[in-house]
């Protein structure tokens, strides 16, 4: 495991990397009449209904004085104008003119230009990618990983397998100390499902963020009427937002629809919460056993639910 020091230099040399290419930027916005410091201003002018000067100082952490300068010029050039509270008499609220609102389009097109010949050369996968590891380190640096935009989809796409078998092996590593024997294990419960796969008895659901899957669970049809949900899990990261509790229900909703009169699973003990999920669900523990297979001792148990 990496320690906190290890991974400094790596984030410093990432930000003198990315300090030159703000620079980049803010000198082609300078040839453009204005700077990177200007537009964030403009943009979250526009984008407050009640824009402050104290509000710009703390969320651009702008210095009051260099600030004060920035919205005198705005207002010379008849891009803003301000109104003053009828709260407090002293403070005004800050709004952009037609004008305003004109040149802040103009720059965002700017700004959209530059950033495009930046990456067109790229391949697609690079670009997602480049967006995806942004995200994250907004996300993970401002501590607001619960706004991240949770998709579900049931279309099996390629990839899509591989994918769920790193995800099962890092998190069952990394939770419950199991080895690479049980990820062989993985793969291959996945390679005898997918040689008999059909979409008309079989599904699965897929959670997806920024392109990368966090979570599933499947339904697999058995002969006798029976379903068997399989591969459910959901990333450290996007536990406690409730889609753990949606993928189940999706999964139970859809073995009714398909008329299967007896669903089972196969877990381990140490999956508490999950069990916790399908015990409210109705499903009965029926067996257990003991297994070492896979690099620590656990228990294998079955529940089933009737329908």
Same mark, same amino acid.
């Given at each position: 495991?990496n320690?906190?020091?290890s991974?400094?230099?790596?984030?410093?040399?990432?930000?003198?990397?990315?300090?030159?290419?703000?620079g980049?930027?803010?000198?082609?916005?300078?040839?453009?009449?204005?700077?990177?410091?200007e537009?964030?201003v403009?943009?979250?002018?526009?984008?407050?209904?009640?824009?402050?000067?104290?509000?710009?100082?703390?969320?651009?952490g702008?210095?009051?004085?260099?600030?004060? $300068?920035m919205?005198?010029?705005?207002?010379?050039?008849? =891009?803003?104008?301000r @109104?003053q509270? *009828? +709260?407090? #008499?002293?403070?005004?609220?800050?709004?952009?003119?037609?004008?305003?609102?004109?040149?802040?389009?103009?720059?965002?097109?700017?700004?959209?230009?530059?950033?495009?010949?930046m990456?067109?050369?790229?391949?697609?996968?690079?670009?997602?990618?480049?967006?995806?590891?942004?995200?994250?380190?907004?996300?993970k640096?401002?501590g607001?990983?619960?706004?991240?935009?949770?998709?579900?989809?049931t279309?099996? $796409?390629?990839?899509?397998?591989g994918?769920?078998?790193? =995800?099962?092996?890092? @998190?069952?590593? *990394? +939770?419950? #100390?199991?080895?690479?024997?049980?990820?062989?294990?993985?793969?291959?419960?996945?390679?005898?499902?997918?040689?008999?796969?059909?979409?008309?008895?079989?599904?699965?659901?897929?959670?997806?963020?920024?392109?990368?899957?966090?979570?599933s669970?499947?339904?697999i049809?058995?002969?006798?009427?029976?379903?068997?949900?399989?591969?459910?899990?959901?990333?450290?990261?996007?536990?406690?937002?409730?889609?753990?509790?949606?993928l189940?229900?999706?999964?139970?909703?859809?073995c009714?629809?398909?008329?299967y009169?007896?669903?089972?699973?196969?877990?381990?003990e140490?999956?508490?919460?999950?069990?916790?999920?399908?015990?409210?669900?109705?499903?009965?523990k029926?067996?257990?056993?003991?297994?070492?297979?896979?690099?620590?001792?656990?228990?294998?148990?079955?529940?089933?639910?009737?329908?």
């Amino acid at each position: 495991m990496n320690s906190p020091t290890s991974i400094i230099p790596i984030i410093r040399r990432f930000n003198r990397y990315y300090t030159k290419v703000l620079g980049l930027l803010d000198k082609n916005l300078l040839d453009s009449e204005f700077s990177l410091s200007e537009v964030r201003v403009l943009y979250e002018i526009g984008q407050s209904k009640e824009c402050k000067a104290s509000m710009l100082i703390e969320q651009l952490g702008l210095d009051p004085g260099y600030l004060s $300068r920035m919205l005198k010029r705005f207002e010379k050039l008849g =891009l803003t104008y301000r @109104v003053q509270s *009828k +709260e407090d #008499g002293r403070a005004s609220f800050l709004y952009l003119t037609d004008l305003g609102e004109e040149t802040l389009a103009h720059m965002n097109e700017l700004s959209d230009e530059q950033i495009s010949n930046m990456i067109i050369e790229l391949p697609e996968q690079s670009r997602l990618s480049i967006a995806k590891s942004m995200t994250t380190i907004q996300n993970k640096l401002s501590g607001n990983s619960e706004e991240r935009t949770i998709e579900v989809r049931t279309e099996l $796409r390629p990839g899509d397998v591989g994918a769920l078998i790193h =995800l099962h092996g890092w @998190v069952y590593a *990394k +939770e419950c #100390g199991y080895n690479h024997i049980f990820e062989g294990y993985v793969c291959k419960t996945f390679y005898d499902v997918l040689q008999t796969y059909n979409p008309d008895k079989d599904r699965f659901w897929l959670a997806e963020t920024d392109n990368e899957i966090v979570g599933s669970i499947a339904v697999i049809g058995h002969p006798g009427n029976r379903a068997q949900i399989r591969w459910f899990i959901l990333h450290p990261d996007c536990r406690g937002m409730g889609i753990g509790k949606k993928l189940i229900h999706e999964a139970i909703a859809y073995c009714k629809e398909k008329g299967y009169s007896n669903v089972f699973l196969e877990t381990t003990e140490d999956q508490k919460t999950a069990i916790t999920m399908y015990t409210k669900q109705g499903f009965v523990k029926t067996k257990e056993q003991e297994n070492e297979a896979w690099g620590v001792l656990h228990i294998e148990q079955t529940y089933e639910l009737k329908l």
